[in-house]
């Protein structure tokens, strides 16, 4: 009953305040004092009213400090009809509505209808805010439908440094995000519906940082369902926010799991739902481009049409994995309404009907599937991911998730600032299986970057990738603690490492070709105390083959490898030794040239039955890349 008395309180205040000060009339057609709300915003003083009549204002406006009211016809007449005919359309360029200059509670937005946002940039070069952008204020946002609007984080509302309320506001159809709160920010949600939000990062229909607390009303409950996100789809809360319970009229669904609601702190929050707006099947689904998200997806003969409905609406555990199965075709935003980046969920596969044929499009907006927060045992397979572009990967594997596969898999076109192909970072037993990445660029680390995950690559192709850092750009990998078996690398190039950039940890490369490559620190690049081991490898025509950067002692053991230029092709420049073990050479490998198989051996090769007799320990496929046999003569 409290939370009725504060609301109702606040619409007879803002009532009472048409008497007590100016009110300026906005109208688009010209009956008033101005045609735009921001002429009215300019020119009124704190406390004024501006009143804005129906119809479709094509603006940015920015409070600049004043703590003024801006309202449809709503505030007077209290008809919801008001609200759906009064319109903010930000037309693609910036936030709609801005705070961020000290505005108080009695900065107030009632009534209208905010679309079509960008986001403003803020000190981390993110757009934040498509629809409102708040920082160090504290207005509030009441009665409003907050829709299509688009940015990286808070696609709907952005909130730093505030202490604001939102009441009975409908946010919905957001790109980055239903509503952000971010540093020492404190909200009342009461009666709000969040649905169909989008975020390219995490939280879909509410993001809490820094500090940010909120309360949810439990007389009028919240409504927050369908959301899209990159993970935690409808409400994500950092590590320092206060968040004591969440209650809520409906969720997506009623067992909320970290892929619906996550707050990444030890004090999880207790969670009160009635309702729940999709009822979980526990089999596998089937998608086509052809198909309907209306369907049950439950057959091949009624598929549904969108990857990310069919991760709602999936079941899975530990006892009953399934499988998302993918007809042949393109799936994107363009073609399909699909909701890129892809949450992926625990004991879920994404699989593709034949390889190279079911295709996952970011038109270079977005980044394409991340598993993130503890995704665990699942199998990403026959797919081919392209024109991705975020910051990390257009796969992004973070924060302990386990037991990841990806098999069968083609790579490319993907722009990123980190791992044009794949970002792996602090996740375990992380397996990379036939896969083909080529023709990506990233700041860091073109094909791919692992840190801290245990990443073993096996039977992959890395070829004509970029990266772009000057300073620090890597053409092919950047990696720690990874093991490289049967793999390929040629024609990367990065501004300082050419194919591989190793930064420490204990890494193998086994059975693996590395060609082509010319930059200032080497094809193979060491540093930070590593230990790297080659065994039954080909490095030819990279200029330096193997370069020691510094930051500690680095060590290298070779064994069986055909190095160009022999011990001269290693360069230790003082910051490290290496072992010149049994069975290496220096002799042209005489590759077969040409496509498919550039780097494939002619039978005149000097490397042909020269590896290591001792396979023990190994896993040697029983073939190479070409699919020839990898044994010869026992």
């Not at 009532?15 to 688009?28: C, F, N, P």
């Amino acid at each position: 009953m409290k939370k009725n008395i504060i609301i109702f309180g606040l619409m007879l205040l803002s009532s009472l305040s048409l008497l007590y000060s100016a009110t300026i009339i906005v109208d688009i057609n010209g009956t008033g004092n101005y045609t735009s709300i921001q002429q009215g915003i300019n020119n009124s003083v704190n406390g004024d009213t501006v009143l804005v009549y129906p119809g479709t204002y094509f603006e940015n406006i920015n409070y600049n400090g004043k703590n003024i009211t801006v309202s449809s016809l709503y505030l007077t007449t209290h008809a919801d009809s008001f609200i759906n005919k009064t319109i903010i359309d930000g037309n693609q360029n910036g936030s709609v509505v801005t705070f961020s200059n000290g505005e108080d509670s009695t900065a107030v937005i009632y009534g209208l209808t905010i679309v079509n946002g960008t986001g403003t940039i803020d000190f981390m070069q993110e757009l934040l805010g498509g629809g409102i952008f708040c920082k160090n204020a504290s207005p509030l946002i009441n009665f409003c439908i907050i829709y299509n609007n688009s940015s990286y984080k808070g696609g709907g509302i952005y909130f730093r440094l505030s202490n604001s309320s939102l009441c009975n506001t409908i946010i919905k159809n957001n790109n980055g995000g239903g509503v952000f709160c971010r540093r020492d920010s404190f909200i009342e949600l009461c009666n709000n519906t969040i649905i169909h939000n989008h975020s390219y990062y995490g939280g879909g229909g509410i993001t809490f940082e820094s500090g940010s607390s909120a309360i949810f009303d439990e007389l009028q409950r919240c409504n927050i369902y369908c959301n899209f996100a990159g993970h935690s789809n409808d409400i994500y809360a950092s590590s320092d926010c206060i968040l004591s319970e969440i209650i809520l009229d409906t969720a997506t669904v009623l067992n909320n799991t970290k892929d619906f609601i996550y707050c990444n702190n030890s004090q999880q929050p207790s969670i009160d739902i009635l309702h729940s707006k999709i009822t979980p099947v526990n089999r596998d689904l089937y998608v086509s481009a052809d198909g309907d998200d209306n369907n049950s997806g439950l057959t091949q003969d009624d598929p549904l049409r969108t990857i990310s409905w069919a991760l709602f609406k999936v079941a899975s555990d530990s006892t009953h994995p399934n499988a998302i199965h993918l007809e042949n075709g393109i799936y994107s935003d363009e073609l399909t309404e699909e909701k890129f980046p892809l949450n992926m969920r625990s004991y879920v596969s994404l699989i593709g009907e034949s390889e190279g044929g079911s295709i996952l499009d970011g038109n270079a907006s977005t980044g394409l599937i991340t598993c993130i927060f503890s995704d665990n045992n699942l199998k990403i397979s026959k797919l081919v991911l392209t024109n991705g572009k975020q910051q990390s990967g257009s796969m992004y594997i973070s924060n302990n998730c386990f037991r990841i596969v990806t098999e069968n898999v083609i790579i490319k076109n993907n722009i990123t600032d980190y791992g044009g192909g794949i970002y792996c970072f602090d996740s375990y037993f992380t397996y990379f299986y036939n896969l083909n990445i080529c023709d990506n660029y990233s700041n860091f680390g073109g094909g791919a970057y692992f840190n801290n995950s245990d990443p073993i690559l096996f039977n992959c192709n890395i070829s004509n990738n970029t990266g772009l850092d000057p300073y620090s750009g890597t053409g092919g990998l950047v990696c720690l603690d990874t093991r490289l078996v049967n793999c390929s690398l040629y024609n990367n190039n990065g501004q300082q490492y050419g194919a591989i950039n190793f930064i420490g940890g204990t890494n193998y490369l086994i059975n693996s070709t590395i060609s082509e490559h010319s930059n200032p620190q080497g094809a193979i690049h060491v540093s930070d105390n590593q230990f790297l081991e080659l065994i039954n490898c080909i490095l030819w025509n990279d200029g330096n083959e193997i370069y020691y950067g510094s930051g500690g002692q680095s060590y290298v053991e070779l064994s069986y490898t055909d190095i160009m230029n022999g011990e001269n092709g290693i360069h230790t420049n003082g910051n490290g030794t290496y072992n010149w073990g049994d069975g290496n050479i220096d002799e042209d490998p005489l590759f077969v040239g040409g496509d498919p198989f550039s780097y494939e051996l002619t039978k005149y090769s000097p490397c042909i039955d020269a590896g290591t007799p001792d396979t023990t320990g190994l896993h040697l496929p029983a073939t190479d890349l070409a699919g020839n046999p990898r044994i010869y003569n026992g």
